[in-house]
């Protein structure tokens, strides 16, 4: 069995005020509907899911109610929001928009830094040779993203419209990472 995760990662965030602006968010999806207040354990999830309100389906593509691993995961941690099983097709340079294989760039080394709180996760473009953080570059086909803060919709794909209003809540930059696992 596969699951598929829509994380609304707000980029923004310090790890000191993850867990205040969290709260803040799951109350206004409990307000909206979109969520109940109560959770449920998934023996695949490392914390409890909250489950899929009312409302849920206004705010999204799909929701597979019928299965325990369906519903809202809450991360207030550094961490990197990948693509999963969904792959790595390249990165666009933030600068130039140059397009590159993942062979040709030494990202991992970028991303580790990164997720290590390292001061420099800089990745330079060899087509225009600026250095760009790692957090800003594209990556292809399907974006990353890179927070203290995530909200994770697992066999529940949102719509564009939910990340927006999630992010408006926040008042904070956000990526819609698509994670397949």
């Not at 999830?45 to 299965?67: D, H, K, T």
């Not at 933030?94 to 990164?114: I, N």
């Not at 927006?164 to 956000?174: M, Q, Y």
């Amino acid at each position: 069995m596969s699951d598929a995760i829509d994380w609304v990662v707000d980029v923004e965030t310090p790890l000191e005020e993850a867990g205040g602006l969290a709260a803040k968010v799951v109350d206004w999806l409990v307000s909206e509907g979109i969520i109940l207040r109560s959770t449920r354990e998934s023996m695949w999830q490392r914390v409890p899911l909250y489950e899929p309100g009312p409302c849920a389906e206004q705010w999204s593509v799909q929701v597979i109610r019928q299965v325990d691993q369906c519903g809202l995961e809450v991360w207030c941690e550094r961490k990197v929001f990948h693509t999963g099983d969904n792959g790595l097709q390249g990165f666009r340079c933030p600068k130039c928009s140059a397009q590159h294989e993942p062979d040709a760039l030494p990202w991992s080394d970028a991303v580790g830094a990164w997720f290590e709180a390292k001061p420099d996760y800089i990745l330079t473009c060899p087509a225009c040779n600026n250095g760009s953080p790692i957090t800003a570059w594209h990556f292809l086909e399907l974006e990353w993203g890179f927070g203290n803060l995530g909200f994770g919709f697992n066999n529940w794909s949102i719509t564009g419209r939910l990340a927006t209003a999630i992010a408006d809540v926040l008042g904070h930059r956000h990526r819609l990472v698509h994670e397949h696992i």
